[in-house]
């Protein structure tokens, strides 16, 4: 992938704050498109953020041709669901965490990128502050 076009699920405090802003700042990375089942809040976002496409259907979005990696930033319950589906579609994930709700809901996701061959990673990014570092560091 020479240029990756996220399409956000989930429009909430998240993408809004920590990781969002960073997803048009990368070179290489922009956000293309952006879902909520709310459609004010999807429409909302879109325009505050220039994000070109809004959806209130997550099939919508992980269906767009020019979305080509998936960010889920939804509660738990659905993570499972949505990297899923984007997985099965030939999109990569990468999810808030927590992963999923439940053991077997990221059996089933580790499961689906085997098959698909299409990673699905977690927004574990804390391990690479420099607080974090220096903690690994010392231990």
């Known amino acids: 992938m020479k240029q990756i076009r996220w399409g956000f699920i989930g429009c909430g405090d998240v993408t809004e704050v920590k990781s969002g802003p960073a997803f048009s700042e990368i070179e290489g990375s922009s956000v293309v498109a952006v ?5 004010e809040r999807a429409r909302s976002y879109a325009e505050r953020h220039n994000v070109p496409k809004w959806y209130t259907d997550a ?12 960010y889920i930033a939804t509660p738990p319950s659905s ?28 059996a089933r996701k580790n499961h689906v990128s085997q098959e698909t061959h299409v990673p699905c990673l977690v927004a574990y990014y804390r391990r690479y502050l420099p607080y974090f570092q220096k903690i690994k560091e010392l231990i």
């Open 79 to 106: 993570h499972a669901t949505y990297a899923i589906m984007s997985m099965r579609a030939g999109k990569a994930v990468y999810i808030e965490k927590p992963l999923a709700a439940s053991y077997e809901d990221c």
């Open 59 to 70: 099939q919508a979005l992980i269906d767009d041709p020019d979305v080509n990696a998936v």
């Open 35 to 39: 879902m909520s089942r709310s459609a």
